[in-house]
């Protein structure tokens, strides 16, 4: 059982009162489970899983044994088919972050006065800010000064029309599965697709429109509603809040914007999808989705990079604004490049993720699916501030490799018979190492709040690495935290149990998997289902031994 602790550092940010004093949590021994777990009153608790473990003695001979370790390291060796590099001829600034690089970047978008003095006063901020050392990952510091902060297509699209688009820029969305055209698009899908540092084309706008619907650029609709980006930019996720969520405030190139109007259910699935293209960007893409009284939307997030050695820098921000009796679904499947096996390449990916249940009866849920990057450091939240509001967490992390993961949620509760559901799978395979780090915070006027978590890791091969970080701060004496824990091993005897019936190492390793994920799976929309039992069959080819 986790040891409580009064002592006091940090967790999501400096700033963040969450308490972690780790050394004095008692770690389960592996596939063991703690449950029922209730805690009332003011009190923090921290509970601790940490890997990896040798596993106990097979049963089957060591020539047996080495030859399934063996089959089993070829299972996640497949070659990351969205690593190519496209060719069309773009436009870009030069390297470097200075005051100049944020008016310039202003500039080239023609915004308005206003909009630049977000930006400046974000840049001061951030000035005044240093990189966060407090995450389970290892990284060298990142140099901002050899980073180019924007990057576009020279040719730039009509309104509407993608009568000017590169033939290359189509082709590229093409053969990642995200056809723009007008006679290939998706018939049920609004698209909005950003490639380094623009969006080049939005799917479906007059449609929407006709609804009421807004769904464009965020450039766009800085230009064209300033209004609604004035009252809600920056109204979750603040400039200062943390040091990647000021930068990505002063330079952020574009990203997506959706506004659903009162009493309106979006008649499609909205969708951005994101391409890093140019070696030596970075991409700070802004997402902005605000869900008036009474609407639904469902959102789709998807992203790949090319396979360079060199690292490039992900850090976005999405803010999430739900009215009274508002539903906002987020869903994501990240596949950024994750780096080679010794691990040189791949994207950091440092995200802010973060909603407001604003109104009473809203619902925000985030449903993610992380397999790529290098390392990836985000906490999708939810502020529930409204009475009777809801927020869920829904979240499968993949690391093999070399790959580093510190990732999980936050949920703070502020209004009463506010509920929260976090569900959190991670696995382990090859070198990597992956931490879930998470925060349930009952305040004190949030009477008959509850929330229940559970958090299973699962370790794949000998040397993988599972850490876990909740942290569960109760303030109101009716308040009720549920937390569940697991951690378990893939190990040779159990495929050798899989083997006995016929059925193969690959297909084994897929079942199990899917059993694992299932709970999460099942949480993301229709148009993502068959992707994903491909990509993580892709994923975990040759990580298992």
């Excluded at 006063?121 to 990189?131: E, G, K």
């Excluded at 990057?373 to 499968?396: C, H, M, N, Q, R």
């Excluded at 018979?417 to 696995?427: D, E, H, L, P």
């Excluded at 006995?500 to 993301?524: P, S, T």
């Amino acid at each position: 059982m986790a040891a409580a602790s009064a002592s006091s550092t940090p967790l999501f940010s400096p700033c963040a009162a969450a308490t972690a004093k780790l050394g004095a949590a008692c770690p389960p021994s592996y596939g063991s489970r703690r449950r029922g777990c209730t805690r009332r009153g003011r009190l923090s608790v921290v509970a601790v899983q940490t890997g990896p473990q040798k596993p106990s003695p097979s049963s089957s001979s060591s020539s047996q044994a080495g030859t399934e370790s063996e089959t089993l390291q070829n299972l996640l060796k497949r070659q990351y088919k969205y690593g190519f590099v496209s060719d069309f001829e773009s436009f870009s600034i030069p390297k470097g972050l200075s005051e100049a690089t944020v008016r310039r970047i202003s500039e080239l978008k023609a915004e308005p006065a206003w909009m630049l003095d977000f930006r400046l006063a974000a840049y001061r901020r951030f000035l005044t800010m240093v990189q966060p050392t407090w995450s389970d990952n290892v990284y060298e510091p990142v140099d901002l000064q050899s980073i180019c902060y924007y990057s576009a297509p020279k040719t730039k699209p009509k309104l509407n029309s993608l009568d000017e688009v590169d033939p290359e820029l189509l082709n590229t969305f093409d053969r990642l599965g995200i056809p723009l055209s007008e006679q290939k698009r998706l018939a049920n899908v609004a698209v909005d697709a950003v490639i380094d540092s623009t969006s080049i084309a939005t799917t479906h706008r007059e449609e929407l429109m006709k609804k009421g619907v807004i769904f464009c650029s965020i450039s766009e609709a800085i230009r064209e509603y300033p209004d609604l980006v004035k009252r809600y930019l920056g109204s979750v996720v603040p400039p200062g809040d943390n040091y990647y969520a000021a930068l990505n405030s002063a330079v952020f190139s574009d990203g997506s914007f959706c506004y659903v109007p009162k009493d309106t259910v979006c008649p499609m699935e909205i969708s951005t999808y994101f391409r890093i293209n140019d070696k030596e960007t970075g991409q700070f893409e802004r997402t902005l989705i605000v869900a008036d009284e009474r609407s639904t939307v469902s959102y789709l997030e998807g992203c790949t990079a090319p396979a360079y050695d060199s690292n490039q820098l992900h850090a976005a921000v999405v803010e999430l604004v739900c009215e009274e009796q508002a539903e906002i679904k987020y869903s994501t499947v990240q596949n950024w490049y994750s780096g080679d096996d010794e691990g040189n390449g791949g994207i950091y990916n440092f995200v802010t993720k973060r909603g407001r249940c604003k109104g009473r009866g809203s619902k925000i849920s985030w449903t993610q699916v992380e397999t790529g990057s290098a390392i990836t450091w985000k906490y999708p939240s939810v502020e529930l501030l409204g009475d009777d509001t809801v927020g869920e967490f829904y979240s499968v992390a993949l690391t093999k490799d070399c790959q580093q993961a510190d990732t999980g949620t936050k949920m703070i509760h502020k209004g009463k018979n506010s509920r929260s559901r976090i569900i959190s799978k991670g696995i382990s395979a090859g070198k990597s190492r992956n931490c879930y780090r998470g925060l349930v915070q009952i305040n004190s006027g949030a009477e008959n709040a509850y929330n229940s978590s559970q958090c299973d890791s699962l370790l794949i091969g000998d040397n993988a690495a599972a850490n876990t970080y909740p942290t569960i701060q109760v303030g109101c004496i009716s308040g009720r935290v549920e937390h569940e824990a697991s951690t378990s091993k893939i190990g040779e005897d159990q495929l050798f149990y899989f083997q006995q019936r016929g059925i193969d190492h690959e297909k084994a390793v897929a079942a199990m998997i899917g059993g694992f994920c299932r709970a999460v799976f099942e949480k993301l929309p229709y148009e993502f289902a068959h992707e994903m039992d491909a990509l993580m069959n892709l994923k975990l080819e040759g990580s298992v031994g």
